[in-house]
């Protein structure tokens, strides 16, 4: 099954739920205290949500940055110092002229 054929069968199911379950629930399931209290649920769950998958992106994106971004060590053909000079003092001799 391709992605639109799950989200059609996802959209039927929950509309079709929605429209069936308004028929059978009592009506005092259906006022304003109980919806007030779904809709808070509802933007916990969203708010969770975002809060696991913003962990996840940063968790994700912070162990690609130390793998990737290591910087990589200098190699100076004099010394292991890369500021050092040339050990014929040639770097001095140009600059003093």
């Known amino acids: 099954m391709n992605a639109i ?5 996802v ?3 929950v509309f079709g739920g929605a429209l069936v379950f308004r028929r059978i629930l ?3 399931h259906l006022g304003s205290d109980s919806q007030d209290t779904v809709k808070l649920g509802m933007g916990l769950v969203g708010t969770m949500a975002a809060l696991v998958l913003g962990l996840l992106v940063g968790s994700a994106k912070g162990s690609y940055g130390a793998q990737v971004c ?3 060590p200098r190699r100076s053909p004099w010394c292991s110092n890369p500021w050092a000079a040339p050990p014929d003092n040639s770097a001095r001799t140009t600059w003093a002229t």
Request: proline share 14%; aromatic share 8%.
């Open 70 to 72: 290591q910087p990589k």
């Open 11 to 13: 959209f039927g199911c």
């Open 5 to 9: 054929t799950i989200a059609l069968i």
């Open 26 to 28: 009592p009506m005092h």
